[in-house]
């Protein structure tokens, strides 16, 4: 129903700031929770930061609190992550993710969502 398409990505040293986008296609018309994930090589996928339709309920992970911002611009189509203060622990490859339902609780969870974008490669140097 939606198709997604994370970027933004690169290399950043560390203190440093990136801001990555999701842009969403198809079905944009349903109201779509959206979050971010992120995963490195060898470890499991880990929840970011999550935004409902409206943009008046977030969440974060401890990890993200006070240095990530998740926002979105609806007439766009699009879930922006403004990321700050980066550190080396923050290179990963960040997905993008939509779930037609409510946010509800379990939001953290990977099963929760519907549709993942590619992914983009965020790495921050020393």
Known sequence: QVQLVESGGGLVQAGGSLRLSCAASGRTSIRYTMGWFRQAPGKEREFV???SWSGSTTYYADSAKGRFTISRDNAKNTVYLQMSSLKPEDTSVY???ARVDSISSSYYVTSFW????QGTQVTVSS
Do not use: L, Q
């Not at 519907?114 to 974008?117: A, D, F, L, P």
């Open 49 to 51: 930061a999550a935004i």
């Open 114 to 117: 519907n549709y993942w974008g």
């Open 95 to 97: 997905y993008c993710a």
